[in-house]
Nanobody
């Protein structure tokens, strides 16, 4: 499974971005999919995940109410809608896929939020 994250960029605080993750090589409709991020000098942190049927875990408290995960199994895609972005959201965002655990990772897409 190959994962390609996209949609990152520079945005002002309060703005929105929608990240996309395209899966290829194998259908991931039966896989769990997740989003993580890693800010400079910090460890990678979990944001949210979604199983094959659309049930979600998270988002975690520090992005709850602002970030939403979704997926389109027909397109082999997973999305992260990010609203009300803050400078603290600046990070490289990664998508991941797997069964039971996340075995497959994308290369990440950089999100920079300016104040």
């Amino acid at each position: 499974v190959q994962l390609q994250a996209s949609g990152g960029g520079l945005v002002q605080a309060g703005g929105s971005l929608r990240l996309s993750c395209a899966a290829s090589g194998r259908t991931v409709s039966s896989y769990g999919m997740g989003w993580f991020r890693q800010a400079p000098g910090k460890e990678r942190e979990f944001l949210a995940s979604i199983n094959w049927s659309g049930s979600t875990t998270g988002p975690v408290d520090f992005v709850k109410g602002r970030f939403t995960i979704s997926r389109d199994n027909a397109k082999n895609m997973v999305y992260l809608q990010m609203n009300s972005l803050k400078p603290d959201d600046t990070a490289v965002y990664y998508c991941a896929a797997g069964r039971g655990s996340f075995q497959y990772w994308g290369q990440g897409t950089l999100v920079t939020v300016s104040s």
